[in-house]
């Protein structure tokens, strides 16, 4: 079962008034644990982009502070931090691999790159610490603070998108954070990734909408 094209604007909607709620943001049931996620089709990327674009300008309006993060720019960054010797070696090897199977060139560089991006000290320490740095620039906005994660299907097929929401809890400083997920959802809690992964049901957070 696909995400329906209407579904955007419905959870955007149902989002936002969850964020503005008079009593502080009411994405979760549970107090500590502010996590939401917005699937979409991976194809409706730019449609979505727009719908990110309005509701951060409704809650900047509304005295509040959004804090935009791109997995693809902090993926890109960690392999910068190889050193160019190090990258250059893994793209030889993989280009040498594929040669032989796509398959196993895409198995090479999956693997070299998990140790790197998964885990508590991967990608998830990277999106934990931008928030925490946002966080403290503006402490007098505490209630009024919102975090968007976004461009997930830059980590595909190298990561799970539930792992990263796994490590980030308690990490986050109680900021209310916002995955946007291309994938299918399946079921009342089950996703899948890019729409061609085993749908995950170890979701906790609420999916809208």
């Given at each position: 079962m696909s995400v329906p094209r209407t579904a955007l604007a419905e959870a955007f909607a149902a989002l936002r008034k969850d964020l503005i709620h008079p009593d502080g943001p009411q994405i979760s049931t549970m107090r500590n644990y502010r996590f939401a996620i917005v699937p979409y089709l991976p194809e409706d990327e730019f449609k979505l982009r727009k719908h990110v674009q309005t509701l951060v300008g409704d809650l900047s309006a509304s005295g509040w502070v959004v804090l935009t993060l791109s997995l693809q720019a902090l993926l890109l960054e960690r392999i910068r931090a190889l050193g160019d010797d190090v990258v250059q070696r893994i793209i030889d090897?993989?280009?040498?691999?594929?040669?032989?199977?796509?398959?196993?060139?895409?198995?090479?560089?999956?693997?070299?790159?998990?140790?790197?991006?998964?885990?508590?000290?991967?990608?998830?320490?990277?999106?934990?610490?931008?928030?925490?740095?946002?966080?403290?620039?503006?402490?007098?906005?505490?209630?009024?603070?919102?975090?968007?994660?976004?461009?997930?299907?830059?980590?595909?097929?190298?990561?799970?998108?539930?792992?990263?929401?796994?490590?980030?809890?308690?990490?986050?400083?109680?900021?209310?954070?916002?995955?946007?997920?291309?994938?299918?959802?399946?079921?009342?809690?089950?996703?899948?990734?890019?729409?061609?992964?085993?749908?995950?049901?170890?979701?906790?957070?609420r999916i809208y909408p």
């Amino acid at each position: 079962m696909s995400v329906p094209r209407t579904a955007l604007a419905e959870a955007f909607a149902a989002l936002r008034k969850d964020l503005i709620h008079p009593d502080g943001p009411q994405i979760s049931t549970m107090r500590n644990y502010r996590f939401a996620i917005v699937p979409y089709l991976p194809e409706d990327e730019f449609k979505l982009r727009k719908h990110v674009q309005t509701l951060v300008g409704d809650l900047s309006a509304s005295g509040w502070v959004v804090l935009t993060l791109s997995l693809q720019a902090l993926l890109l960054e960690r392999i910068r931090a190889l050193g160019d010797d190090v990258v250059q070696r893994i793209i030889d090897m993989e280009r040498r691999t594929a040669e032989a199977s796509p398959e196993r060139g895409l198995n090479y560089l999956r693997g070299k790159l998990a140790q790197h991006v998964e885990g508590p000290d991967g990608i998830a320490a990277d999106v934990a610490r931008e928030i925490c740095n946002f966080a403290d620039a503006h402490p007098d906005k505490a209630e009024r603070t919102l975090a968007i994660v976004g461009r997930a299907g830059a980590l595909y097929p190298f990561f799970r998108t539930s792992s990263l929401l796994k490590h980030l809890d308690g990490k986050t400083r109680n900021v209310p954070v916002v995955l946007l997920y291309p994938g299918v959802r399946q079921g009342d809690n089950g996703l899948s990734f890019m729409g061609v992964v085993n749908p995950d049901r170890d979701y906790r957070p609420r999916i809208y909408p």
